[in-house]
C-alpha cells in the first residue's frame, strides 16, 4: 500500500469511487454523509455510468478507509477506482 492508494490528496485530479447505489436519492445520501468528513471540498456524482460513480476532491489529505466507513453507514458501498484517470 502506499500514499497515493491509501489517501486522497489535496488537487484538481480527484478520485473516484464506484458504489452499489443505484437511485439519486441513495446517491445524494452519501453525498451529503461524505461532505460531512473534514477536509472534503466537494463530491461529484456520475449517474449515467453503471455502476455509479462519485468523484471526490479534498483540500487535505484524507484516508480511504474513512470515505469507506461513512458510506457503509448509508448501507451502501464505496470502491476506489484506479489512482489516476487515464
Do not use: C, Q, W
Not at 500500500?1 to 447505489?21: D, Q, R, V, W, Y
Not at 461524505?34 to 483540500?59: A, M, Q, W
Not at 489529505?61 to 476506489?80: W, Y
Amino acid at each position: 500500500m502506499s500514499l497515493l492508494s491509501e489517501n486522497l490528496i489535496p488537487g484538481n485530479h480527484g478520485k473516484i469511487f464506484g458504489t452499489n447505489a443505484k437511485e439519486n436519492k441513495d446517491l445524494e445520501r452519501i453525498k451529503d454523509k461524505v461532505l460531512s468528513i473534514k477536509g472534503i471540498k466537494d463530491v461529484i456524482i456520475n449517474s449515467e455510468v453503471y455502476p455509479r460513480e462519485f468523484t471526490i476532491h479534498t483540500t487535505e489529505l484524507v484516508k480511504v478507509k474513512d470515505i469507506e466507513d461513512i458510506v457503509i453507514t448509508t448501507g451502501f458501498h464505496a470502491i476506489p477506482k484506479g489512482l489516476f484517470e487515464l
